[in-house]
């Protein structure tokens, strides 16, 4: 009996120390991790106590981003050999900080000019009403070239202004999957369509260069402000194209912001090229602030090709423009015209409907 009673004893005490071993199991594992928390936790506040202590992961991540070159077993252009390469963040910075932030003030600034310019000065009217004679201005191969350049500029900068300024601007009115729809469409559209883009680019320049040549009347044209910043006692002279039109949208848009947006968008369109990183990340920079500027002239030129000056859009429409606004707008022109017989003669002054034209600059 004596030894029953020591063996059930035994079995339980057996039994008590297997659960205070798995308990005490259990404890460790779950209590032990924590050990991590609270040691981190005291160097936090440690180093919070004095401003003046550096935090030693502060002086770790400046070591990474110190830029020095390692070794990697990956090869490439794209500076492979570097951790964190500096560039990238002082890229995003520039490019989210002025260029998303500024360049859309600019664009704001243009429109409301445009508007105030047109409520304050008034569309630029003819003062002589048409009679009905037209010239022929633009041809059908101008025109084709015209419209499929202009279409391609307009996609591009909407999809890029959406790329651009998307998130800040569409995202609290379409939403972040309206948006992400949008901005993988913008950015397919935006890739493929800049190279057919170029095309018409280059071809505008070729066709139209003998036009743009800036000749000794053009100065006068500017120093008249072309009769559309202010009345002008005179007329200021004009050839095909007029010095405003030279300058912004041919010189300035097409053959300068043009090429800076067409080489720096052909660099980041063929990255496996092998340009460095930081060829893409200035390419990015000149790309958005010179499309940017090239969006805002044109702006101005189809105001001035629309409502601006009455009559102009019928050139790239129909292809004519009438008698009377050739000889107001491009008087050297329609003389030319006059002289090899494609336009008539000019209307006898003051008759009913058709007052005589502005006198013209003297000496041109
Ligand atoms: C909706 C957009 C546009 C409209 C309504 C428009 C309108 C016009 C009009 C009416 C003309 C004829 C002007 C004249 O005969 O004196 C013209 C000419 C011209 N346009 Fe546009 N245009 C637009 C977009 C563009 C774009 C995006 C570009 C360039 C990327 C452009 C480049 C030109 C050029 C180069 C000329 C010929 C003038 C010159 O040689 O300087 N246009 N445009």
């Known amino acids: 009996m004596a030894k029953q009673n020591d063996r059930v004893r035994a079995r339980s005490i057996r039994r008590r120390c297997l659960g ?36 030693p992961r502060a002086n770790y991540w400046r070591a990474v981003r110190g830029g020095g070159e390692g070794y990697t077993a990956a090869s490439g252009p794209y500076t492979t050999n570097t951790l964190i390469q500096n560039g990238g963040q002082n890229w995003r910075q520039i490019r989210n900080g002025p260029v998303a932030s500024v360049l859309p003030w600019v664009l704001a600034l243009v429109i409301l000019a445009i508007g105030a ?38 996609v591009l900068a909407i999809t890029g202004l959406s790329l651009l300024f998307g998130r800040a601007v569409l995202i609290p009115v379409i939403g972040l999957n309206g948006f992400s729809a949008w901005a993988s469409l913008s950015i397919g559209l935006h890739n493929y369509l800049g190279p057919f883009f170029l095309v018409g680019m280059l071809l505008e320049i070729v066709v139209w260069l003998k036009y743009n040549i800036l000749h000794d009347y ?31 949208t041919f010189w300035m ?68 423009v009438t008698a009377e606004w050739a000889q107001e707008h491009h008087d050297l022109w329609y003389e030319e015209l006059r002289r090899r017989g494609i336009a008539e003669e000019d209307m006898p002054a003051g008759e009913p409907g058709r007052g005589p034209t502005r006198p013209r600059v003297p000496g041109t």
């Not at 798995?22 to 928390?37: C, E, G, N, Q």
């Not at 037209?134 to 101008?142: I, K, N, S, Y």
């Not at 300068?256 to 390419?283: H, Y």
């Open 20 to 55: 205070w071993g798995l308990a005490t199991v259990l404890v460790a594992a779950l209590s032990l991790p924590f050990i991590a928390y609270v040691g981190d936790a005291t160097v936090v506040a440690a180093s919070s106590a004095t401003e003046e202590q550096t935090n």
């Open 117 to 154: 310019y047109h409520i304050l000065h008034g569309p630029n009217e003819l003062t002589r009403r048409p009679t009905g004679r037209v010239v022929p201005r633009w041809t059908l191969a101008e025109r084709v070239l015209h419209w499929y350049t202009a279409v391609l500029f307009i």
């Open 253 to 320: 848009g097409l053959v300068v912001l043009g090429t800076l947006v067409a080489i720096t968008g052909l660099i980041m369109d063929f990255p496996n090229v092998g340009w460095s990183r930081q060829t893409m990340q200035i390419s990015n920079v000149i790309h958005g602030v010179a499309a940017i500027i090239w969006i805002a002239l044109i702006l101005g030129h189809i105001y001035l090709g629309t409502v601006g000056v009455p009559g102009t859009l019928q050139a790239m429409t129909q292809g004519n």
């Open 218 to 248: 053009d100065w006068t044209w500017l120093k008249n402000g072309g009769g559309y910043l202010w009345r002008t006692a005179h007329h200021p002279p004009a050839h095909r194209i007029n010095a405003g039109e030279k300058i912004l």
